[in-house]
């Protein structure tokens, strides 16, 4: 089995494989001694060394296996190195010191990498930050502009209804209304002139009698009057002895409303405008229901109504008085 001379007559695989059969050892057998894979060690014996991990462990192997066999590993490693010309193979095995050398100029730049990205990120965090600061406060000073509201039907179900569908309506009813009684402004002008006469001859009359320190009796206005006066306030105090309730609104948006109440008749409806004002009365519970309740504010009977828990999403339903 310690033939010298066979390594140079025979490459290293055969002269590994002969001496392997010589012995009458199997392959997996030559593989669990040498803590090797079986096909490691066909790799040696076909001579196909590429296979392996690199030449310096190729040669290792042969060592240990040639002294398994009882052949002459430094012999048989000499011939490998003539048999795959190793002089000039040596200079691609790297050390460990030289591979963990080669891998710290891409550790570093992908740190590099890395910090660039960050900045990226936070430079991206603190413009979407910024951006969303500054059209919080642009929202914050524009009214809110509502292209849409809940209009409640008679059979008491929920319609969603344009803003500039509901002007439209009010204007086609103003037409309708002043081309169904063209003379009503003519009439109104005319009481109206009535109206002034009468008071200036009750005026006279008072003087005349020496009544004229007496305050002067209170005109009589309709509630779409913003110039009304204490008679029917005064009229309004009795109601509200009977049952009746007042409610004033004041708007600062627009908002679509409806207002009936105890015996379901309609108070009010319609669209207010920012800055309106609006006054009801009528037999108390009041059905209140608000398009965008937080661009109203309520007073009933004197005291400001705080409807805050009734509101869902923009709009509001609630009753005064129950």
């Known amino acids: 089995m310690n033939d010298t001379n066979s390594a140079a007559t025979a490459s290293v695989g055969e002269v590994l494989s002969n001496a392997r059969k010589a012995a009458g050892w199997a392959v997996t057998e030559v593989a669990s001694k040498l803590n090797l894979t079986v096909s490691a060690v066909e790799f040696l014996e076909q001579n196909q060394f590429a296979q392996l991990p690199g030449t310096t462990f190729a040669r290792g192997y042969i060592r240990s296996y040639a002294k398994l066999l009882g052949l002459d590993g430094a012999q048989l490693a000499q011939a490998f190195d003539q048999q795959i010309g190793a002089a000039a193979d040596v200079s691609a095995v790297h050390t460990i ?11 570093g730049m992908l740190q590099f990498g890395l910090f660039i990205l960050f900045v990226v990120v936070l430079a991206a965090i603190y413009y979407g930050w910024q951006s969303r600061q500054t059209n919080a406060l642009q929202a914050s000073n524009k009214p809110p502009v509502f292209e849409r509201v809940e209009v409640e039907r008679a059979d008491g179900s929920m319609h969603v209804q344009n803003l500039d569908e509901l002007e439209d309506q009010a204007v086609a009813l103003a037409l309708e209304n002043h081309e169904t009684n063209p003379d009503d402004a003519v009439l109104a002008d005319v009481a109206e002139g009535e109206l002034a006469e009468t008071e200036q001859v009750a005026e006279e009359s008072l003087v005349e009698t020496g009544f004229a320190q007496l305050p002067a009796a209170p ?11 204490s008679v029917e306030d005064a009229t309004e105090q009795l109601e509200l002895a009977e049952g009746m309730g007042r409610a004033q609104l004041t708007f600062t948006n627009d908002c679509w409303l409806r207002v009936v109440d105890a015996d379901g008749k309609q108070l009010a409806g319609g669209l207010q405008r920012a800055g309106e004002e609006l006054a009801v009365s009528g037999k108390a519970p009041l059905d209140v ?3 965008y309740a937080r661009g109203v504010s309520v007073v009933y009977n004197g005291k400001t109504v705080d409807f805050s828990t009734a509101i869902s999403g923009e709009t509001a339903r609630f009753k005064l008085g129950e």
Request: aromatic share 0%.
């Open 97 to 107: 010191d030289r591979v963990g050398e080669s891998r710290r100029v891409p550790r």
């Open 289 to 291: 229901h608000l398009g």
């Open 219 to 229: 005109t009589v206005v309709t509630e779409n009057n913003p110039a009304a006066t």
